[in-house]
């Protein structure tokens, strides 16, 4: 089982950055897409960045120019640059990530989030 631990969350005040990052571990043969999800009090969860393999990113609408997502595939780590931040950024952030089990099964895996808190 491939377990995602989140860190990097946090109280800032509204223009400020913060860089959330995400390890998996467990028996990891190969990990396709990496990504950040939001879930804010009463809202459902919804996309916020993903990267595959290859270095291609996705973003949100909300977040483009702001976040930027990045990688590091030596140590299976995504992290999130978040810049210029809102108070409508103010959510629980889950990291994402779908790949191969050294038994070549597939997997996805939800971290337990780190909680974003942008105060005006």
């Known amino acids: 089982q491939v377990q995602l631990v989140e860190s990097g969350g946090g109280l800032v005040q509204a223009g400020g950055s913060l860089r959330p990052s995400c390890a998996a571990s467990g028996n990891i043969f190969t990990i396709n897409t990496m990504g950040w999800y939001r879930q804010a009090p009463g809202k459902q969860r919804e996309l916020v960045a993903v990267i595959i393999s290859g270095g291609s990113t996705k973003y949100a609408d909300y977040v483009k120019g702001r976040f930027t997502i990045s990688r590091d595939n030596a140590k299976n780590s995504v992290y999130l640059e978040m810049n210029s931040l809102k108070p409508e950024d103010t959510a629980v952030y889950y990291c994402?990530?779908?790949?191969?089990?050294?038994?070549?099964?597939?997997?996805?895996?939800w971290g337990h989030g780190t909680q974003v808190t942008v105060s005006s």
């Open positions: 994402n990530s779908e790949g191969l089990n050294v038994d070549l099964t597939i997997f996805g895996s």
